[in-house]
């Protein structure tokens, strides 16, 4: 590890620097959102807002970062992640709700981690 920056497996350097920018802090309210998402997941409006606002902030970051000629690995990494961390709070939050059957998380959980 150097400073901040490391190597994931080989694939490329990890520089964590390269998230302090505009795309990196939109990505980084997508992990606030998939955070509080349980917490305002019952009422529906707050639900499709929150949703909105996550989905739509993964689009944004990757439009931006492009667009600015901030593209990085770290990004792409990152964003991935987060994309996981969102779509499956968003689906375990729906299944303690009883908005969505349980063997669909596991579906849902296949389809993300593959």
Do not use: C, Y
Request: no cysteine; net charge neutral.
């Amino acid at each position: 590890m150097n400073g901040s920056t490391e190597t994931l497996s080989g694939r490329g350097q990890i520089d964590w620097r390269d998230l302090w920018n505009v795309p990196g802090l939109i990505s980084l309210a997508r992990l606030v959102i998939a955070v509080v998402f349980p917490f305002f997941a019952g009422n529906q409006l707050w639900a499709i807002v929150l949703v909105a606002l996550g989905l739509g902030s993964d689009v944004l970051d990757g439009w931006l970062a492009r667009r600015m000629g901030l593209a990085s690995h770290t990004g792409a990494v990152f964003d991935g992640w987060l994309d996981k961390v969102f779509s499956i709070n968003v689906a375990w939050t729906f299944v303690v709700l009883d908005q969505m059957p349980g063997w669909w998380l596991w579906l849902w959980f296949i389809r993300v981690m593959i």
